[in-house]
């Protein structure tokens, strides 16, 4: 089973609109939750890390549930430059701290 | 501030070749990533470095790739022999310190075709 997993998508929305990703941890004893946005050919960066009481953050709020092991990214008044693939990272609990990716959610926002 | 540095850019081999990647991180930052990054697909680690010790280097394919960090700044990574399926995006992060919460900051990352 992958640490990581998320829908890839993609999803077309058009501006304005509001979308949601969700993504599922396999490991309870994770201990720290990221999303990181990509553009295309380009390197990750992060876009908020996700605390157990929500964190919001202008347009983007982000969510945790630690009993259903799953992050969610709400991202309102969706704007062209949103387009990106977002990816969901979490933070194991093992020695070293490995952070571990998911295949990222590709989003397309139309005019 | 100047940021995460990788050199080469791209770089076009044939298998069985052998190639190596550089990585400059941000001064200071004691923790240092290589990741794979296959089209489609996440980054996934190959190894961590805190200062130029290894910390986890769990997934790294260590019959073809090494990896070091002599001085605790610089790194390469190196892959002897390459396979097509490691034509991927190797990015290389950096962060200020080991911890779970701390961000990471990634370089441009390096396209390897292997043909």
């Known amino acids: 089973r992958k640490e990581v997993e998320q829908d890839p998508g993609p999803f077309n929305v058009p501006e304005g609109a509001t979308v949601a990703f969700n993504c599922t941890y396999s490991?309870?004893?994770?201990?720290?939750f990221f999303w990181y946005r990509q553009d295309c050919r380009k390197e990750p960066k992060l876009l908020m890390s996700?605390?157990?009481s929500g964190n919001e953050d202008g347009r983007f709020t982000a969510q945790l549930n630690r009993a259903s092991q799953y992050i969610s990214l709400l991202i309102r008044d969706s704007k062209l430059s949103d387009s990106a693939t977002y990816l969901c990272?979490?933070?194991?609990?093992?020695?070293?701290?490995?952070?571990?990716f998911g295949t990222g959610t590709s989003l397309t926002v139309i005019p | 501030e100047a940021g995460v540095a990788q050199s080469p850019r791209y770089k076009i081999i044939e298998k069985r070749q052998s190639v190596a990647f550089w990585c400059n991180p941000i001064?200071?930052?004691?923790?240092l990533y290589w990741y794979q990054q296959i089209l489609g697909q996440g980054p996934k680690l190959l190894i961590q470095?805190?200062?130029?010790?290894?910390?986890?280097d769990s997934q790294l394919p260590k019959d073809r790739f090494s990896a070091e960090r002599l001085k605790g700044v610089d790194s390469t990574l190196k892959i002897q022999p390459a396979k097509l399926e490691d034509s991927a995006v190797y990015l290389c992060?950096?962060?200020?310190?080991?911890?779970?919460?701390?961000?990471?900051?990634f370089g441009p990352g390096t396209r390897l075709l292997v043909l």
């Open positions: 992060a950096s962060s200020l310190v080991l911890g779970p919460q701390e961000t990471q900051y």
């Open positions: 490991n309870s004893a994770s201990q720290s």
């Open positions: 996700v605390y157990s």
């Open positions: 990272v979490v933070n194991g609990p093992n020695t070293g701290n490995q952070f571990y």
């Open positions: 001064s200071g930052h004691a923790t």
């Open positions: 470095f805190q200062n130029n010790g290894v910390v986890d």
